[in-house]
């Protein structure tokens, strides 16, 4: 099917782990972006990428890495994880032409 | 100051009546600017888009931007209990996407 997908849905680790986030859209679009979401502050931007092998910083990249070696995957990983990051993670990817903004279903992410 | 900024809410609007969400942004460089809602536990939808000064219509749906006084508004006629949401503000910094937090719509039967 075609779409934006993310995986794990769910997922409860612990502080100091590594943990990461998958991004998979088949698309083909250039841009993708990640994104966390929090009660108070609403979506976040943590990095985007314009195409393969570039990737930016967002509003809050601190304690995140990406990558994105295809076109239609952007891995998210937190190198070691604390319980600040515990939020909801969405991948997002943009259509150009008309733009519109696409978003995948969502990470629940649990750092105890 | 976050670049975008929204009036959390919530804010109750009659069945029937309009519904009005504003939306100030900081970048005057700013060219593109989005509406979406979101459901609770849902990701967010995009229902409007502008990129011109002054109106756009969509169905129930209104988009307004004021590039000169750096507003966005969303005016949603004829409100529905299915437009409860939270309705969020996104603007194109640099291709960026920056979002507001949102503002909580609720809608009175």
């Known amino acids: 099917d075609a779409g934006i997908t993310q995986s794990p849905r769910y997922k409860i680790t612990e502080t100091g782990r590594q943990v990461t986030l998958m991004c998979h859209q088949t698309?083909?679009?250039?841009?993708m972006f990640w994104y966390r979401q929090d009660l108070g502050h609403g979506l976040r931007l943590i990095y985007y990428?314009?195409?393969?092998?570039?990737?930016d910083k967002g509003e809050v990249p601190d304690g995140y890495v990406v990558s994105r070696s295809k076109t239609e995957n952007f891995p998210l990983t937190l190198e070691s994880a604390t319980r600040s990051q515990t939020s909801v993670y969405f991948c997002?990817?943009?259509?150009?032409?008309?733009?519109?903004?696409?978003f995948g279903p969502g990470t629940r992410l649990t750092v105890l | 100051q976050k670049e975008v900024e929204q009036n959390s809410g919530p804010l109750s609007v009659p069945e029937g009546a309009i519904a009005s969400l504003n939306c100030t942004y900081s970048?005057?460089?700013?060219?593109?600017f989005f509406w979406y809602r979101q459901y609770s536990g849902k990701s967010p939808e995009l229902i409007m888009s502008?990129?011109?000064?002054g109106d756009k219509e969509d169905g129930r749906f209104t988009a307004q931007l004021n590039k000169a006084s750096q507003y966005v508004s969303l005016l949603i006629r004829d409100s529905q209990p299915s437009d409860s949401a939270t309705y969020l503000c996104?603007?194109?910094?640099?291709?960026?996407?920056?979002f507001g937090k949102g503002t909580r719509l609720h809608i009175l039967p």
């Open positions: 970048d005057r460089g700013s060219q593109s």
């Open positions: 502008i990129y011109s000064n």
């Open positions: 997002a990817s943009i259509r150009l032409a008309p733009h519109e903004q696409f």
């Open positions: 698309w083909s679009h250039s841009y």
């Open positions: 990428s314009a195409a393969a092998d570039i990737t």
């Open positions: 996104a603007v194109n910094v640099d291709d960026k996407i920056i």
